[in-house]
């Protein structure tokens, strides 16, 4: 391999000919080959945007040459198209506080800017990483800002598969409104339900989901850039802040904000905890769905087997014809990992100290990774298992007429003791509830036939 040698402060470093990344990047790569994990790529796509974002406002302020800003804004316009994302190389596991991403994104952007201007690679005397491309900017401003960009725009991919999987439940909710079915609470016979019933209950949580993801893309939406190192602004200018959060409203279509104080935006990272958060909540919902899906598909002849998931694919290596509900099966997992990054989430949020967290990067990488993984296990959970879900109508009204738990609604009629009496001896001779009251004189045929009449007993 050919290499260019490349100079910073600590001295000399041979880096790739070719390579659009810089002397600090090589440094990160030789020093953290921890995971072969790299940027996600909304991130470098919210770096870049801020990295515009700052070189329009320091041209607007009479601090960075026009010309030259067109150029850096140029090569930001690369960044964000993803065309360039072989470059960002560093790993995830990387300098506290992102700073080795930050050098990587400023050293991209200044290599390409020099490739524009005609120059070869690695030659800053024109545009300069830190000096042009970093103007008025610090990691410590510009990675939690390049994070919470990314986080939201990573939210709003989600709300959207969210919230259509909710119109999946509210859909089947509505197909199977007319199944009667025996509800289970303890996992033991409980009083009738509709499986359309069930169903609604999922559609709520799902959009109960898309609430909270929606207060933590607001949340994420107050910004810190402008604090430059510590919070003081020092090296930015007055006006500096509001400024470039107005660009970068403009370049990301986001409702984005200045944070009203920027030291606590750069201590605290407690926005990307609730976001983190937020997921949590969602992910363990769908553990419950997904596995009251296993179970009412559970089967075929020996389970619950009320309802059929589409048949996607064989379930078994050794046993002929076996189909199992994988779809649910990988939404679980998701969500387990998804309970498990927020916990790392929760770690690094606590462990900042004074005027810095410097655990973004894997608060970063938890986070996007969460979201990502979460909205692609969602779009095949939807398309792969709700929408083709069946309802076997004859198993669930089955379960429904064999349960003693339908003398629940004698109670108002012949009082706790004596419904249980009927109920206990309908369980261990296996005659109906209906037949034992008779027999016993409790009630009429008439007025048991509409004491014990499932439909109506499935609303109030």
């Known amino acids: 391999m050919d290499y260019r040698t490349e100079t910073d402060s600590l001295g000399e470093v041979k880096v790739p000919a070719d390579a659009l990344w810089g002397v600090q990047a090589q440094r990160a790569v030789e020093n953290f080959p921890i995971s072969g994990l790299r940027a996600h790529p909304k991130l470098i796509w919210a770096t870049a945007a801020v990295k515009k974002a700052a070189a329009m406002t320091n041209r607007d302020m009479g601090k960075l040459d026009p010309v030259l800003a067109g150029y850096i804004i ?40 020099a490739l524009l ?34 986080g939201i725009a990573s939210f709003f991919e989600l ?3 969210v919230q259509t999987l909710a119109m999946s439940f509210r859909n089947k909710a509505s197909e199977f409104d007319g199944v009667l079915k025996s509800a289970r609470t303890h996992l033991q016979d409980a009083v009738p339900i509709r499986l359309g019933q069930e169903f609604s209950g999922y559609t709520v949580a799902a959009e109960k989901g898309v609430a909270k993801l929606i207060s933590a893309a607001t949340e994420m939406g107050e910004l810190g850039i402008g604090g430059t190192a510590a919070g003081t602004g020092i090296n930015s200018g007055k006006g500096y802040a509001s400024a470039t959060v107005s660009h970068l409203r403009d370049i990301t279509g986001f ?14 990272q407690t ?23 296993r179970l009412l598909s559970s089967g075929p002849l020996t389970g619950l087997a009320e309802i059929t998931p589409p048949a996607v694919q064989p379930g078994s290596s050794i046993m002929p014809g076996k189909v199992n509900p994988v779809m649910a099966e990988m939404l679980d997992m998701v969500c387990f990992q998804v309970v498990g990054n927020d916990l790392t989430v929760a770690m690094a949020a606590q462990a900042g100290q004074l005027e810095l967290n410097v655990m973004m990067p894997v608060m970063a990488h938890n986070l996007l990774t969460s979201s990502t993984i979460l909205k692609n296990a969602l779009s095949a959970f939807r398309t792969k298992c709700v929408d083709g879900l069946t309802a076997d109508r004859a198993r669930c009204r089955s379960y429904v007429d064999s349960s003693p738990a339908i003398a629940t609604a004698l109670n108002p009629h012949i009082g706790y003791m004596k419904a249980a009496e009927v109920a206990k001896e309908a369980v261990k001779t296996g005659r109906s509830v209906a037949e034992i009251a008779l027999e016993k004189g409790y009630m009429t045929e008439d007025e048991l036939k509409k004491a014990l009449d499932p439909m109506k007993l499935t609303e109030p």
């Open 255 to 268: 409702d984005l904000r200045p944070s009203p104080n920027l030291f606590y935006a750069m201590q605290s």
């Open 117 to 150: 201007m005609g120059r070869p690679l690695g030659e800053y005397s024109a545009c300069h990483p830190n000096d042009h491309v970093n103007m008025s900017q610090s990691t410590n401003d510009v990675f939690p800002t390049a994070m919470r960009v990314a």
């Open 271 to 293: 926005a990307i905890l609730s976001a983190s958060a937020a997921l949590r909540g969602i992910a363990t919902d769908l553990i419950r769905i997904a596995n009251d899906i």
């Open 74 to 113: 140029q090569a930001a316009d690369e960044v964000m198209t993803g065309l360039l994302d072989a470059h960002f190389v560093v790993d995830v596991y990387q300098a506290g506080a992102g700073t080795s991403h930050n050098m990587n994104a400023n050293e991209v952007i200044a290599n390409r800017v």
């Open 159 to 161: 709300i959207d598969e």
